[in-house]
């Protein structure tokens, strides 16, 4: 785990969600790797649907009390969890956040969502603002942003 940038590894999973739930967790901790684990620990607890909402309103408040609203963005964070959630399904057997690194290294790739969208469309303002469907390969989505 060493090879991943993670600023939150000294805590434990409770820590984690207790800091970043309350915005005390400083956000020049909190990077990809810290959102991966995150996203894994709220599918752990919560199951897919919960923990997409949970995340969703999570990051929207984290980002706002950082003074930073414009790095919010809905469908990197719902196509993120959703690769989380797929991943889990794939390893259920996984009990520890190290293992669960290992076992799905492209996770800690930031980069990864382009594999589903091109660079324009996620990086549109309707992306931005909502949930907007890959347009390069399927992605199955945890929550039904529809509703």
Known sequence: MDEIRAGTLHLSDVGLTAAFESCTLPAAEFHHADHVRLAWIYVCEFGEDAAAERILAGIKRFADHNGSPGKFHVTRTLAWMALVAESRRSSPEIRSFPEFVAAHPHLF??????HFYSLSRLESE???MGWIEPD???LRRCVDQSK
């Open 136 to 138: 390069l390969r399927t």
């Open 126 to 128: 309707d992306a931005r």
């Open 109 to 114: 790739d930031p980069q990864r969502l382009l």
